[in-house]
């Protein structure tokens, strides 16, 4: 899965304890969304369904 600069980023703002899981269930939901990469926009979305902000 193709992750855009700014998602990676913000991705690495996870605690790196999580980070891997997160990652995984992000790129999970973007599979089921049909998307072959994430953007800032769709990490944002996915954290929110997350609950977290």
């Known amino acids: 899965m193709e992750w855009s600069a700014e998602a990676e980023s913000k991705l690495k703002e996870v605690p790196f304890f ?5 990652r995984k269930r992000i790129e999970a939901l973007a599979g089921e969304s049909g998307r072959s ?16 902000k």
């Open 18 to 22: 999580v980070r891997p899981a997160v």
């Open 37 to 52: 990469a994430i953007d800032l926009a769709f990490f944002e979305e996915a954290k929110a369904q997350f609950g977290q």
